[in-house]
């Protein structure tokens, strides 16, 4: 059974601050990195897809990858109440199980005013 | 473009009863998945479909969950009988291949009295 481990949560962080979650895999083949948000009640939506070593930005949001240290972050700058949410590490697997999904159990996050 | 529809949003049963649920992927994406998900855990892959063919199921507890995806487009996934554990949120979502994005629709809740 793959891994995909996030830091517990949850996360409380101020209006305008930095939010820093954390997530690490087991399978070291892997190639497909993805953030999904999931409102309360709601079902995940893609905020970030990385592929690559590095970072990359998209708005308020910067994804980093680490492949040789198994490894993938997402920072959420000037953090709003409307990004209150859990937000799930998702890592495709290339070994036996070709091509699954993996998703961690996610961090919730809350943004207070 | 339209997105994953799903159906029927809630549906409350007795154990021991069927139930079934639809889902009709986005146009053109070939792999389509059927996730489950507990309250404070991530999603968990039942079945993934490439096309018509499904590709990864070994997750799926085949003595009373069966699924199919006539066509390579619209799936349904069948439990019979239900027992009260599998009362939790039904995730389909589909991509357009295994390596890309899901897109997730809005899940069914199900709750099994």
Redesign the interface.
Known sequence: QKE?EQNSGPLSVPEGAIASLNCTYSDRGS??F?WYRQYSG?????IM?IYSNGDKEDGRFTAQLNKASQYVSLLIRDSQPSDSATY?C?V?DRGS??????????TQLTVWP | EAGVVQSPRYKIIEKKQPVAFWCNPISGHNTL?WYLQNL??????LI?YENEEA??D?QLPKDRFSAERLKGVDSTLKIQPAELGDSAVY?CASSFD??S???????TRLTVT
């Open positions: 995909v190639q497909s993805f709601k079902s995940p939506e893609l897809s799930l998702a495709v199980t070709l091509g699954r999904l993996y998703f961690g159990r996610g | 998945y404070g855990q991530g999603p968990e892959l993934r590709v990864d070994s995730l295994r390596e994005p899901l897109h997730f629709g809005n899940g």
